[in-house]
């Protein structure tokens, strides 16, 4: 098992752009999660997924959409990068509630100039 | 909300044993109580969990006591590998429950110096 992956590791963006952040899991999780993690912050919940087809939003959504079309993928979108979003994303999953253990991927590093 | 509260630093020696301590007040009946352990550059990971009195593996040993506000992670002998961020997380297992109050909190920040 692979557990949780992400692509890319790393990324440059400028002001204006747009990418998306791939998330993906070879467990069967229902739950998925997208997080962010700024120096000194912890970790702050983006959006979640409770299942295929599902999307619901966290503490700090603004600026991010997500879709989750198959229930192994997770995306997280970013459709005019700013420099605030500057930081790590992690993505993780649980088999069901975030109760459950969470999974979590190597993280993805982004850059917004 | 079960927000969760926990020292922001904590500093240690080789071979000693140190205890981090996690406040929830809020916590309610259906949740657990999970600690994660993340390194720098890497994704948290999964230490202990428990929902009350007390936990034990290979790792740590999680203490709650009966009204279940508050849990203690115990690291016993710690080493310069241990020096990492650990974050308490409060919430249930049951399928299709809230995640509206999913809060890690900003962590613990152990320091494990030789």
């Known amino acids: 098992n692979a557990g949780v992956t992400q692509t890319p590791k790393f990324r440059v963006l400028k002001t204006g752009q747009s990418m998306t952040l791939l998330c993906a899991q070879d467990?069967?999780?229902?739950?998925m999660y997208w997080y962010r993690q700024d120096p000194g912050m912890g970790l702050r919940l983006i959006h979640y997924s409770v299942g295929e087809g599902t999307t619901a939003k966290g503490e700090v959504p603004d600026g991010y959409n997500v879709s989750r079309l198959k229930k192994q993928n997770f995306l997280l979108g970013l459709e005019s990068a700013a420099p605030s979003q500057t930081s790590v994303y992690f993505c993780?999953?649980?088999?069901?509630?975030?109760?459950?253990?969470?999974?979590f991927g190597p993280g993805t590093r982004l850059l917004v100039l | 909300l079960a927000k969760t509260t926990q020292p922001i630093s904590m500093d240690s020696y080789e071979g000693q044993e140190v205890n981090i301590t996690c406040s929830h007040n809020n916590i309610a009946t259906n949740d657990y109580i999970t600690w994660y352990q993340q390194f720098p550059s890497q994704g948290p990971r999964f230490i202990i969990q428990?929902?009350?009195t007390k936990v034990t593996n290979e790792v740590a040993s999680l203490f709650i006591p009966a009204d279940r506000k508050s849990s203690t992670l115990s690291l016993p002998r710690v080493s310069l590998s241990d020096t990492a961020v650990y974050y308490c997380?409060?919430?249930?297992?049951?399928?299709?429950?809230?995640?509206?109050?999913?809060?890690f909190g900003k962590g613990t920040k152990l320091s494990v110096k030789p």
């Open positions: 467990m069967n999780h229902e739950y």
């Open positions: 997380l409060v919430g249930p297992k049951n399928y299709g429950g809230s995640q509206g109050n999913l809060i």
């Open positions: 428990g929902y009350k």
């Open positions: 993780a999953s649980s088999l069901r509630a975030h109760g459950e253990t969470q999974y």
